[in-house]
């Protein structure tokens, strides 16, 4: 039977997997793009930056994506109901006290991020503290301790920081590829060589992408069951998921790398979202997370 400490676990081994194949991809990429410019110095260079961009993505992962979603600290004094929840659950999880942002944006969304439970951070935006009552709020914010509780938050900031590397070198290398350089192609193998760079350049993203979503769609279902027991009370966060889905419009700042982290999808609810195949969705659909909140009623 599954447990809080084997779901850790688990999310600690996903976050070396993750890191094991981010370094895979960019070795793979650095290796085809120094035989098509028959220059061995490309992939030193590429390994270099895979190993310190896993460093980076360790270390400073929470704090690139809280300067990505233009999150800000906020105090007790300014938001006092905010603070004492988040104080309150925190001493009922065993968790220490994490830091709290806010994000100026009307659209109701939160994420948390850090990489253990003693470097945590919640973050909200003002406009679910401004639609949620007392009770909405305690489930949201339940949802995000239990990320940290599940160290869920762990492999899912991480991968904002390497999904977004391998997407940026992809591009820098079909650039390269189309558009310039100093290939040799005369050479044996050079053409083939920069086909299955082209083509290594296109997949790799997606690769990287599918990764990120299929880690971010199971760990919802586990925070929502999670932030439940927490309070004991899962109509608290069925409510709140379905005042988010009411609103439905998108977060006025948005970036895909981290749109996984939120409880909820930033870019709305609308009929885009809906029509989104399943298969690239950050979030499991709102609609069957509030039913097995109720079912559990």
């Not at 100093?182 to 193998?189: A, P, T, V």
């Not at 290594?200 to 027991?229: H, N, V």
């Amino acid at each position: 039977m599954a447990t809080l400490y084997t779901q850790q676990g688990q999310n600690i081994r996903k976050t070396w997997m993750l890191m094991s194949v981010f370094l895979i991809i960019v070795i793979g990429l650095g290796f085809v793009f120094g035989r098509i410019y028959n220059n061995p110095n490309i992939l030193y260079i590429f390994v270099a930056f895979s190993i310190v961009m896993n460093i980076v993505s360790y270390w400073y992962s929470d704090k690139i994506a809280l300067s990505m979603a233009h999150a800000k600290p906020a105090t007790r004094v300014q938001y006092f109901d905010f603070y004492t929840i988040v104080e309150n659950l925190a001493i009922t999880a065993g968790l220490p006290m994490p830091k709290i942002f806010v994000i100026e944006d009307p659209s109701p969304n939160a994420f948390a991020t850090g990489r253990d439970k003693n470097h945590a951070v919640v973050a909200v935006t003002t406009g679910l503290l401004s639609i949620m009552n007392k009770v909405e709020l305690e489930g949201v914010i339940a949802h995000e301790m239990s990320h940290i509780g599940n160290r869920d938050m762990l492999v899912s900031t991480v991968a904002v920081v390497l999904v977004g590397f391998v997407s940026i070198i992809s591009d820098m290398m079909i650039r390269m590829t189309m558009f310039g350089g100093n290939r040799d192609n005369d050479r044996e193998g050079g053409g083939i060589f920069m086909i299955v760079g082209i083509i290594l350049s296109i997949l790799a993203p997606i690769a990287a992408t599918l990764i990120q979503l299929s880690i971010s769609r199971k760990r919802e279902y586990l925070a929502d069951a999670s932030g439940a027991l927490l309070t004991r009370y899962p109509e608290g966060l069925a409510s709140a998921l379905e005042k988010i889905n009411q609103y439905g419009r998108p977060m006025k700042v948005q970036s895909t790398a981290i749109a996984h982290l939120y409880i909820a999808n930033p870019l709305g609810s609308g009929n885009f979202a809906k029509k989104a195949s399943n298969l690239f969705s950050t979030h499991p659909p709102i609609e069957d997370r509030i039913k097995k909140l109720r079912e559990s009623l």
